[in-house]
């Protein structure tokens, strides 16, 4: 019999939640460790390269509580954002490779993703800039009377920015329907928190703004899925923004070239302890929402899904030169 | 007819666009109760109301920005800058978040950014630039400069429909000294297209905004000394209109190229490689250009008088050119 | 005998200092009343003229506590600044006239003045652009291990900008020597601070930059001057950026061409009766530090002293269209 | 001689300026314990200590904002952007607060702002851009582009004791790509003068930065052709040598103006205008341009091969040009 009958009926929806995050954090951390560890270092993707690892929790817990609808704005460590709405990881992987069936058709690279049928806006490269975006998206939803809200992402290095600075705060005076979130891992490449900024915590910029913020943990999946729920409730009532900082860590250097020797190694050590993956499998294990073989398969699983997808993504052509001027403007 | 002012053409533009699609919006600092710096958007607040007259905090960047991801959202949104000097402060969000939008994932951003441009108003170094060359350097933008009432409503209403950032570029010398009588109807006049302002034989004045009255009136003064000036009206600067200026030079075999922006990297500049690319053959004369110098826009009248290119700087350059 | 024999030896100081603000007060007022109902009017002064009616124990009571080798960074309705720093009245309304004796010679207009003999950094028009400079001239200033700190004056309008919020930042991650102060006039041209900002203060901004901050009345100057004492000591002895927010109200409009329409007229009845020079005269009067002959001697000086400085500016040459293009860089 | 790659011989002439003069500082992001994203300041931070090498929050506004104050107060900043693209962000600090400065108060910026610049390292739309030409257009802005180690650190030394703000743009593509030997000892490059990189009597190509590589390589299959090309490395863009172009295309009577920048408003629209008005009656041909095409930068490695200036694509205009 399988380990999901076994579940008390009051557990069922958390444990099916917490299958369904596993998967998705699985994945991402799997299809990144292909792109930072096979195939930058093969030369198969160029240029920069940025991965989540550790953080999975946080696009993962938020994304599958948004409504299809939610406009999302992911930032450069939120690859489970785009597998929870349909980015197939194959159309991902050819991305990375500057291929026609990536989401830019080799225009534009890595994370630098979206569609606006998937209700995805991608980021440009200065950070921050998005946030603005994501506000007049709110400001758009509110103006045609959805219910929808806008989700948008950043880590802590990015509050720097003036663009952060203004985007919050007309999304405070406007009451705009938009969710923050705050993945604080304690580094802005090789930046620590104490050289961004001069207060403790994100969340403590809340006031500033009459925005209310509240501190998760980023590496506990089901509880940053919690409080997003909540705040999205909040968000969803015409409420106006909510700040949301998980707490969290970058278990890898700033991009696929640089070592993090600047981090210091216990920080390493201490939080990959806490790691977000193997912490839900111990929890599915603990309240008897999971088999190890239904682990281990899951696992299995999406290594098969992931050769697939590197194998679609290889096949897939690269752009053709005589379209480079193509879609500069709408007449072209 | 009835005749209306620069500003009021605009204001009429903007007007009859919100009326017809209830997608156009607009937003940006004191334009709601106040009515805009200049009070273009006078009225809109109360026949619109908060809803679709937006008022934001002081915050160009957001306001830019803003407009992009309502533009996602289906919304059509008219920005406004108090002067276009403050563009720099968004400039991030125009010259990267914008203009590269439909290139690189194939989202379009049909925004249009006001802004009230350029000198002869004593504002000083602040309040008088011509940004419109940082942004027609910027593949992805249009950048609009109407000189004339008719086409600052027409453009306007074009600007809004078009389904790219159009930076439109008022300039606020013309607001309220130029009065047009302009059809009762409705009508737009195409972004991209060049218009001959006045006809002419002997050399080609090719400019935009204010300084189309100044080659006018160059024009009418060097008729009378026997000298026939074509003056063309660019009226967009992107796309710009490469065939009319290849087509005037070739009719006159001479180039004067005139702009109150700065010289060097100033719009001449291209026009000058345009015109050599395409009708060098026909050049009896080089290409000149009279232009304000390199220097940040002086407050002071008499130096402000002495930046802003003159009729005499384009009588003198152009009889200069006719005798070549 | 003259009324500052009559005061008791404890309050002397007090005393002498409340003549001091009373007569920079005043001779501001007056010199705007000049530019904006006289000069402006005339078309004597063109394009924009800002004034700091209502406001004038803000730059006053700040300034009359910076020692000579601080560094100010004084806003466009700060004019007491430029007085106690030694601006001669001429040279200021020679400034609005576009002259030669005034502190640009013509190149720029009404408050962008500075000059670095005077320590004192003029403004651009871009709000906020100056706080970041700000930042950098107090860090240079601790870079240098001097004990002199920078003190730049914005508006609460001011604090929107990204310009605001990263040099903000940046000052107090880098804790340098910079005095903040904000009159919070509670409007921006025609934007009210609810639509400025979703907090009921600028001071609650504070502790998102780990910046210690307090409110003050802007309209007793003693009130500012007293808390600017404190603030200086605090920031100079090596503890970082401060904020002082000065509660006040804008008694015209915009600038010279805005009649505030938009304000609730009953705001400006409300106001005027706590104008900061009135209120001085009558707690100076109360406390017996002045007789009336005193006061009005005082401003029948300034009179005469305003109306000497007006004449120096109209004979003032204008700029010479022939030095153009001079001094755009060194070697011209 | 010892040799030193292009990014070396940047990182030596800042060290030794760090040496020579302790109000010389650096600024930016990463610059410290990291040594900047590019290792430019590899080891400053253990030897100048964190007072000298300032790692500041994200926030190019701040930091271009900061350096201007601290130059107020007598220090010589050096800022760096990671990438040049990112001066977006600390625009209005560059082109109002620091350009106009010395204009309109007498108050010298005599900054430094070091930013990496130009394509050909797959960065994509936003790590690729060539910024110049927005900085060219304004007055008040000295705008640096070295193509060669020894030019590279001649002229940071250059820059960081001019008085006026310079924008110091280093090709991120030679970083690495180029060694050359550079004397032992101390030497400057002057602002403002070009370079002869290559004497030729047929045809001038004027080009910089990493396009002086490609013209050279062009020149030297034109000469196998029997095709003499002089290559012209402008070294400084703002102030730009006028003379040395004039006087190249007067010898050669034509001209190539080659750029990495895109086309429309690039620099060699202003070029074009300047060998027009100087000398025209010398031209025996159009003046032609081979530029990037008015596109973002294009990630994909096709489509960045086929936007940057080829070798290819300066023989196809060069031979034309000398048939012509
Ligand atoms: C405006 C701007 N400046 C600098 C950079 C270079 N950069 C890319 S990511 C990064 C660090 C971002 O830190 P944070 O916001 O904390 O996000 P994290 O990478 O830690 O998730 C920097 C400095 C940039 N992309 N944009
Ligand atoms: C970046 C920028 N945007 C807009 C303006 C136009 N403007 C000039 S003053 C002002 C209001 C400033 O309000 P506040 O900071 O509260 O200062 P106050 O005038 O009330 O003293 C505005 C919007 C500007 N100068 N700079
Ligand atoms: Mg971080
Ligand atoms: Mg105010």
Same mark, same amino acid.
């Given at each position: 019999? %399988? ?15 917490? &299958? ?7 994945? $991402? ?35 599958? @509580? ?64 998005? @946030? ?5 998206? /709110?400001?758009?939803? !509110? ?16 509050? %720097? ?26 580094? /802005?490449? %090789? ?62 250097? &700033?991009?696929?070239?640089?070592? /993090? ?19 839900? +499998? ?14 281990? #398969? ?5 290594? !098969?899904? @992931? ?5 679609? /993504? ?19 | ?79 406004? $800058? ?38 002869? *108003? ?5 309040? #008088? ?7 027609? &350097? ?9 000189? #004339?009432?008719?086409?600052? !409503? ?16 008022? &300039? ?31 050399? %080609? ?45 070739? !009719? ?51 130096? +402000? ?8 700087? *384009? ?10």
């Amino acid at each position: 019999m %399988s380990a999901t009958q076994a579940i008390p009926t009051g557990q069922r929806e958390e444990a099916a939640l917490a &299958h369904k995050c596993l998967y998705y954090m699985s994945l $991402m951390r799997e299809m990144e460790d292909r792109i930072e560890r096979k195939l930058y270092r093969q030369g198969k993707v160029l240029g920069g390269v940025y991965v989540g690892r550790g953080q999975e929790a946080i696009s993962t817990g938020v994304a599958l @509580v948004a409504q299809p609808d939610d406009v999302l704005f992911p930032s450069h460590r939120d690859m489970a954002a785009f597998l929870i709405r349909g980015f197939s990881p194959g159309r991902i992987f050819a991305q990375y490779m500057g291929r026609m069936d990536g989401a830019t058709r080799g225009r534009d690279g890595n994370m630098h993703m979206g569609d606006l049928n998937h209700k995805i806006v991608p980021i440009v490269s200065a950070l921050a800039a998005t @946030v603005p975006v994501a506000a007049g998206a /709110a400001m758009a939803l !509110k103006y045609k009377g959805s219910r929808n809200v806008a989700i948008c992402w950043f880590g802590e290095g990015s509050t %720097s920015l003036g663009h952060w600075h203004e985007g919050i705060n007309l999304a405070s005076v406007q009451k705009a329907p938009v969710l923050w979130i705050c993945n604080n891992n304690q580094y /802005a490449y %090789s930046t620590p928190l104490r050289q961004q900024m001069a207060c403790a915590n994100v969340a403590d910029k809340g006031p500033g703004y009459g925005l209310p913020a509240e501190i998760v943990d980023g590496n506990d999946v089901l509880a940053v899925h919690e409080a997003a729920r909540r705040a999205l409730e909040f968000v969803r009532s015409a409420n106006g923004p909510y700040l949301i900082e998980c707490k969290t860590f970058r278990m890898t250097g &700033h991009s696929a070239h640089d070592n /993090a020797h600047y981090v210091p190694p216990e920080l390493f050590e201490e939080w990959s302890k806490r790691d977000p993956i193997k912490r839900l +499998e111990a929890r599915m294990a603990a309240e008897g929402w999971a088999e190890p073989e239904e682990i281990e #398969s899951l696992h299995a699983a999406i290594l !098969k899904e @992931v050769d697939e997808a590197l194998a679609f /993504a290889e096949a897939s052509p690269l752009p053709d030169p005589a379209t480079l001027t193509d879609g500069v403007y709408e007449s072209q | 007819m009835p005749t209306a002012t620069y500003l009021e053409a605009i204001r009429q533009g903007l007007w009859e666009e919100m009326e017809r699609d209830p997608n156009v919006f607009v937003i940006g600092e004191d334009v709601g109760v106040y009515g805009g710096a200049f009070k273009v958007t006078e009225g809109f607040y109360e026949r619109f109301g908060e809803k679709r007259v937006v008022d934001t905090p002081i915050s160009e960047a957001a306001i830019v920005g803003a407009a992009i991801g309502a533009s996602y959202m289906g919304l059509r949104p008219v920005a406004e $800058m108090q002067f276009a000097d403050f563009i720099t402060c968004a400039f991030e969000e125009l010259v990267n978040f914008a203009a590269k939008s439909r290139y690189r994932w194939g989202a379009p951003v049909p925004i249009v950014v006001r802004a009230p441009s350029g000198g002869g *108003v004593h504002g000083g170094p602040f309040h #008088s630039q011509n940004p419109e060359m940082w942004f027609v &350097h910027t593949p992805g933008l249009k950048v609009v400069t109407p000189s #004339s009432a008719y086409d600052a !409503k027409g453009l306007i209403k074009s600007a809004i429909r078009d389904n790219d950032p159009v930076l439109f570029l008022e &300039h606020k010398a013309l607001y309220r000294r130029i009065k047009e009588e302009i059809p009762e109807g409705e009508y737009t006049v195409p972004i991209g297209k060049a218009r001959v302002a006045r006809e002419g034989r002997d050399l %080609s004045i090719v400019t935009y905004g204010a300084m189309v009255w100044t080659a006018l009136e160059a024009a009418e003064q060097l008729a009378a000394e026997g000298i026939s000036a074509e003056v063309l009206d660019l009226r967009t600067l992107a796309p710009l209109d490469r065939e009319a200026v290849s087509a005037s030079v070739k !009719k006159t075999s001479r180039a004067l190229l005139l702009h109150e922006d700065t010289r060097t990297g100033g719009l001449a500049g291209e026009l000058a490689a345009s015109i050599s690319e395409t009708v060098f053959e026909y050049l009896d004369a080089p290409i000149v250009r009279v232009t304000a110098p390199d220097t940040p826009v002086p407050y002071s009248t008499p130096l +402000e008088e002495a930046f802003l290119p003159s009729m005499q700087k *384009v009588l003198d350059k152009a009889r200069w050119l006719a005798k070549y």
